[in-house]
């Protein structure tokens, strides 16, 4: 194969996903990850695809459709970090959160420590080993309907459960963050428990890095008008920042 079919190869890959490793590519090409490195460094200096741990992203792919589970733990990664650092703050032990899915809600829960007394309500699958590693912690999963790909319990049995719950805080996380019509997402599973997840805490916290603001979600979930405070990064655009607290919401930036 040529160099200008791997290229188109790659090219039309992204049609069917938003991101690859080097050896998948590698073996899809038929080629060496030699080759596969050399053909990536020219197509990102085209602005196609964009490097990152151990594989590539695909720069055209449609912004406004949900991202898979495996490209959200690697866009942004520092501001997550930073964004849950500031968001560990509000926990304190002996206490009931609720834990929205989502891999900004994730790194906070990286964070607790080990023998930290806490109580967590979630229905993210992929947060079990850092919860089943929480030696005092009392963990309540919402089952339910398994949604495939993104690990996660949905559903009415999942609802039910969630409606005789309460907590201190609700940690939410959002596929994107409309300025009027406020938290937004991609598919309606997740609607009704952050619903619920906000509705039975008495504080909401909503996690959402600068390139939340840039999307536009498929269904409103929430109003910003019941948030009470907003954690994004320093890359988050100063007038969206500033339009946020004219509208009398508190905002964190890290």
Not at 62 to 90: G, N, W
Not at 190 to 219: E, R
Not at 223 to 232: C, E, N, S
């Amino acid at each position: 194969m040529i160099r200008a079919e791997r290229f188109n190869l790659i090219t039309n890959l992204a049609n069917e996903m938003d991101i690859i490793t080097l050896e998948e590519l590698a073996g899809r090409l038929q080629v060496s990850v030699a080759t596969v490195r050399r053909d990536v460094d020219e197509l990102c200096s085209q602005g196609i695809v964009e490097k990152t741990r151990g594989g590539i992203i695909f720069c055209n792919r449609k912004t406004d459709s949900e991202p898979s589970r495996q490209l959200r733990s690697v866009l942004h990664t520092e501001e997550k970090k930073r964004i849950a650092q500031a968001a560990f703050r509000y926990i304190e032990p002996n206490s009931y959160y609720m834990f929205d899915s989502g891999s900004t809600v994730h790194e906070l829960l990286k964070l607790i420590p080990v023998p930290f007394p806490i109580s967590i309500v979630t229905y993210d699958l992929t947060f079990l080993p850092e919860l089943n590693a929480l030696e005092n912690a009392d963990v309540f999963i919402l089952g339910g309907q398994l949604r495939r790909g993104q690990l996660a319990c949905h559903g009415i049995f999942a609802e039910d459960y969630l409606d005789q719950m309460n907590a201190q805080v609700a940690f939410i996380g959002a596929d994107s963050v409309d300025l009027n019509k406020g938290i937004m997402g991609f598919n309606t599973n997740d609607v009704p428990l952050k619903q619920k997840m906000i509705a039975n805490s008495s504080h909401t916290i909503l996690l959402c890095d600068h390139s939340k603001f840039d999307k536009h979600g498929f269904i409103s979930i929430h109003g910003l008008k019941g948030i009470d405070l907003i954690i994004t990064d320093s890359g988050t655009d100063p007038s969206i920042i500033q339009h946020l607290k004219d509208s009398g919401l508190k905002v964190e930036v890290v």
